[in-house]
T-cell receptor, first 114, second 110 residues
């Protein structure tokens, strides 16, 4: 089955630690996205990538970093500079045609601070 | 930056009733999408309506779009307990961005 796989489902971060959230897709999609969702809130865009080896900052990129070395993979690192990292993180990709087509989402990673 | 804003923030209805959620947006769009999210899960695409369409149906879902008022509505008919979820509208945010509203939380009582 094609889809987006996020791991782990739950992640705990100690103060001062960097943690990396995994996102893998086998949909052959070019564009991938990372969103942050706080309780009872909508989604805010962290980073997005339209093509391999290229990515752009979203609305709340500070304290986060990404890489896009392979089409299938778009990992997100939450750095120690992100002072309030507790949130639900969602990875998504977009199908043919790019903008204006539907997003496919992973099942999310809940990050909490110890 | 939020493009779409849903109304109401929360809605509680009885099974069998219809549920209506509204979305307002600020700038011109080519299309508008609605997504559903079950608690603690990813979003699932429900329906896309293009700017030259006024109404679209999919099963028990009916979406309308009024570009002159920059608003859209999602109607779920004959709701079921399994429809309990959060519903989000989404629009283009420039470039390759998709911007989501804060969502409407729907609770359907059995």
């Amino acid at each position: 089955d094609g889809g987006i796989t996020q791991s782990p489902k739950y992640l705990f971060r100690k103060e001062g630690q960097n943690v990396t959230l995994s996102c893998e897709q086998n949909l052959n999609h070019d564009a991938m996205y990372w969103y942050r969702q706080d309780p009872g809130q909508g989604l805010r865009l962290i980073y997005y990538s339209q093509i391999v080896n290229d990515f752009q900052k979203g609305d709340i990129a500070e304290g986060y970093s990404v890489s896009r070395e392979k089409k299938e993979s778009f990992p997100l690192t939450v750095t120690s500079a992100q002072k309030n990292p507790t949130a639900f993180y969602l990875c998504a990709s977009i199908g043919q045609g790019g903008l204006g087509e539907k997003l496919f989402f992973g099942s999310g990673t809940q990050l909490s601070v110890l | 930056s939020q493009q779409g804003e849903e109304d109401p923030q929360a809605l509680s209805i009885q099974e069998g009733e219809n549920a209506t959620m509204n979305c307002s947006y600020k700038t011109s769009i080519n299309n508008l999408q609605w997504y559903r999210q079950n608690s603690g899960r990813g979003l699932v695409h429900l329906i896309l309506i293009r700017s030259n369409e006024r109404e679209k149906h999919s099963g028990r879902l009916r979406v309308t779009l009024d570009t002159s008022k920059k608003s859209s509505s999602l109607l779920i008919t004959a709701s079921r307990a399994a429809d309990t979820a959060s519903y989000f509208c989404a629009t283009e945010g420039g470039g390759f961005k998709t911007i989501f509203g804060a969502g409407t939380r729907l609770f359907v009582k059995a």
